[in-house]
């Protein structure tokens, strides 16, 4: 698999991106009206998930599931 990046050379980001398999599938990828550092809405990071959606708490560190 082969990568090529386009970066800004002002903001130092990437532009566009294209992934090559093996196989000669290629997918590539164009980012345009990038903004550096924008606020985020606090709300970007809830989950408002189904009250019959079972929820578990994963400490990968200990090694255990729990309920939240």
């Not at 090529?4 to 294209?18: E, K, N």
């Not at 398999?21 to 606020?39: C, I, K, Y």
């Amino acid at each position: 698999t082969r990568m090529t990046l386009w970066i800004d050379r002002y903001r130092y980001l990437p532009v566009r991106v294209r992934y090559c398999e093996p196989s000669g599938d290629t997918t590539a990828s164009r980012f345009e009206h990038l903004r550096a550092n924008g606020p985020i809405p606090r709300d970007r990071y809830e989950l408002a998930l189904p009250e019959d959606v079972p929820v578990k708490v994963v400490d990968l560190a200990r090694g255990r599931v729990s309920a939240p």
